[in-house]
């Protein structure tokens, strides 16, 4: 059985699906899920205690990174990098008799890894052999843990068959197997476990899994973080992982700061080009509505001006190889203050409005006029402050200097 090409969104999720006949692309989504169930039920005594071995954080992590990797990367040196590193941890295994749901797991990666890395050097024929290993592979795995009745994949003598709806990674990790992609009101959860080990284990110490933890949710919510944040946690240098769950924190923690600060100055430029536009009648209160003080008006003009020069000196500053926190302290100060001078000139707005009166904004014009340039100014403000406040949590990332 085919899926209708370039109509996944359309098709029906009550089908039930042949694994064999599935390409890479499609394989990869359907691992993944039934990889990220088997990992939510990974449980020892060893993580379920108070005090956990570095050897077994550092095979989880591995393991997670592995996941993010496998659906977030599509250039083959980074594939090739994360699978290294998996192969590199096999000693680790066998000399702690790690458990075989998390080799079941990290073996299923490493032949999806090969797969993607295959895909990405054009290699048809190996990509064909990797999809029938996954078919094989994913029904099996945790054959004989007490965890496989909340994996979904079924068999029979012949076929492997999947649901439909485990094509897509924005319908709920435990979705009915009936779900429709359209409809995700209708997602109702189906066979999910009230109690996730592996997220009880991070819970432990949220400082150092926190994104582990708000990633492992989003899937099962249906709500995956953003991709890009993703695809630039798993492509975080070798030495970093290697340093262990603490030093990757901290990187993600950064990664993640810089990220929600370039979301900030794409908002801000977006409000200060609606500005722009705003026609200058509107801005001194012609077209009927309320006259405003010629001294604040060419005083946010100069201001508006200001936020651009600010906004290009943070954009060159965060795009340097160590951004200097000193400089971004001195940017967040200037926007911020700008901000308190932006607050101030819509309420010299609001004082126009009372000064008029009411007849003169009894007119619908001159209301019109007075709310679209406060509810635009008033964006503009909130914009410039969360920009500031985005630029002094990625400062608290950086290392002193």
Excluded at 146 to 172: C, G, K, M, Q
Excluded at 394 to 401: N, S
């Amino acid at each position: 059985m085919t899926l209708p090409a370039g109509d996944e969104e359309s098709y029906l999720m009550s089908e039930i699906l042949a694994l064999d006949d599935l390409q890479l692309a499609q394989s990869r989504v359907l691992t993944v899920r039934e990889m990220l169930r088997a990992l939510g039920m990974f449980s020892t005594s060893a993580s379920l205690s108070s005090s956990v071995p570095e050897w077994l954080e550092q095979e989880l992590l591995v393991t997670a990174r592995a996941l993010l990797t496998c659906y977030s990367c599509d250039d083959a040196t980074s594939v090739l990098t994360t699978l290294h590193a998996l192969q590199k941890s096999r000693a680790v295994r066998d000399e702690t008799n790690l458990s075989s749901h998390l080799k079941s797991i990290q073996g299923c990666a490493a032949k999806l890894l090969l797969g993607v890395a295959a895909n990405a050097k054009g290699k048809k024929e190996a990509v064909e052999q990797t999809v029938c290993r996954l078919a094989d592979e994913i029904p099996t795995m945790l054959p004989e843990s007490p965890n496989r009745i909340y994996l979904r994949y079924a068999t029979d003598e012949l076929v492997h068959f999947a649901a439909a709806s485990d094509l897509h990674y924005h319908i709920a990790l435990w979705a009915n197997e009936d779900a429709e992609v359209a409809f995700p009101e209708f997602w109702v959860l189906s066979n999910q476990p009230s109690f996730i080990p592996v997220m009880y284990f991070w819970k432990n110490d949220g400082s150092k899994w926190s994104f582990w933890l708000d990633w492992y949710q989003g899937f099962l919510d249906g709500k995956p973080l953003d991709w890009e944040l993703q695809r630039r946690v798993a492509l975080i240098d070798n030495a970093v992982w290697n340093a262990g769950p603490e030093t990757v924190a901290s990187e993600i923690e950064r990664i993640r700061s810089r990220y929600e600060l370039e979301q900030e100055i794409a908002n801000l430029k977006e409000q200060l080009a609606i500005v722009q536009d705003t026609p200058a009648a509107s801005l001194i209160g012609d077209n009927g509505g309320p006259p405003l003080e010629d001294a604040p008006a060419r005083a946010f003009q100069t201001d508006l001006a200001l936020i651009w020069k600010q906004v290009e000196e943070l954009e060159e500053e965060i795009a340097k190889p160590t951004p200097s926190p000193s400089q971004l302290g001195k940017i967040a100060k200037a926007l911020w203050d700008i901000s308190r001078r932006m607050a101030a000139y819509c309420g010299s707005i609001a004082d126009g409005m009372i000064r008029e009166g009411s007849k003169e904004m009894a007119k619908a014009g001159a209301k019109w006029t007075a709310g679209a340039t406060a509810v635009t100014f008033t964006a503009q403000t909130e914009s410039v402050q969360s920009a500031a406040k985005a630029i002094w949590a990625f400062v608290k990332t950086l290392p002193p200097g």
